[in-house]
């Protein structure tokens, strides 16, 4: 595929990821930043947030799992994520954190469980995507093209 | 490169200001979270700052110069380096607010500005950092703006 067409490509990806609502106007941001003494910001950045989300979702899930719940640790775990995923724009992550977080302070177990599923489904999602849209854009550097933005 | 271009990137060694058409300001950025570390870097060195990151309070007062053991030592020199320290609130251990008060308590570095972030919009939060003297409060996640102001502020304030 000529460069042109990777790069209509990445564009027509990148707005429906937008408009999906997985990420917002922070993940703008972050590709702003990046530049030709920082090429790779992006990556490097939403590759941290997946290391540190793996290690948050799978503390929690023992938080969660535990016969008593401790929903301070809970919620600190979850404080933790939402911080990270709103800083790198995953909106739809973010706002599963915020949902948790509410039923953190009813003390709600179940409804916590059932919050967590919907957080490790989001995550997922927007972890799939975001690993497609770092593939186009490898297909276009190896096309000797340059990386389109958004307007 | 050009060489007016030049005075602007932060990529002297610790020691070297250089006055030119943008004066390079030094910022201490605390943070717990290691992304938002990286993000804050990123977003002041792009605006010609030179930038030390510490990853909590402790660490901070450390660089500072400021901790306990260290207040009679020459250490103390080091932290007139930092034109402006602009932290998280809440980290484990000391807080933000924690920092701020250790910060404004100290003769040494009272003057520099301190600016709080949170991910948390808290009237009384807010305040009670204001009232304690920090320059400005920001909402996390910043923005390119939000640093812009900032740097803005810190030109007034003078080095």
């Known amino acids: ?11 027509e990806y990148t707005a429906s990821l937008f408009n999906q609502g997985l990420l917002d106007g922070q993940f703008q941001q972050l590709q702003q930043l990046q530049d030709e003494s920082n090429p790779d910001f992006v990556v490097e950045v939403v590759s941290l947030f997946f290391e540190d989300s793996e290690k948050l979702l799978h503390d929690l899930t023992i938080a969660i799992g535990q016969q008593t719940v401790d929903f301070k640790k809970v919620d600190a775990y979850v404080h933790q994520f939402k911080g990270s995923s709103s800083s790198i724009g995953a909106q739809r992550v973010r706002n599963a954190c915020i949902a948790i977080r509410s ?16 957080l490790k489904q989001e995550y997922s999602l927007v972890k799939d995507k ?4 770092f593939r186009l854009e490898q297909q276009i550097v190896e096309a000797g093209g340059a990386v389109p933005m958004l307007e | 490169m050009d060489v007016s271009a030049s005075f602007s990137l932060s990529k002297k060694v610790d020691d070297d200001r250089v006055v030119g058409e943008e004066q390079e300001l030094h910022v201490l950025a605390v943070d717990d979270n290691l992304i938002d570390r990286k993000i804050v870097e990123k977003l002041l060195k792009n605006f010609s700052c030179k930038v030390t990151t510490a990853e909590n309070g402790l660490r901070a007062l450390e660089y500072l110069g400021l901790r306990d053991d260290q207040q009679n030592t020459l250490n103390c020199n080091i932290g007139s380096k930092v034109n402006m320290i602009i932290t998280d609130y809440c980290m484990p251990g000391m807080t933000g607010y924690e920092l701020l008060k250790k910060i404004k308590e100290s003769s040494m570095l009272k ?16 305040n009670k950092c204001l009232e304690e003297g920090a320059q400005m409060f920001m909402l996390k996640p ?11 502020q810190l030109m007034k304030c003078g080095s």
């Open chain 1, 1 to 11: 595929m000529e460069v042109g067409q990777l790069q209509r490509r990445f564009l």
């Open chain 1, 103 to 118: 039923f953190c302070e009813e003390q709600n177990v179940e409804a916590c469980m059932r919050c967590l599923l919907q």
């Open chain 1, 130 to 133: 975001l690993q497609d849209l």
């Open chain 2, 111 to 126: 003057e520099v500005p301190v600016v709080i972030m949170s991910s948390e919009n808290i009237p009384t939060r807010i």
């Open chain 2, 142 to 152: 910043l923005k390119q703006s939000d640093v812009k102001k900032l740097r803005g």
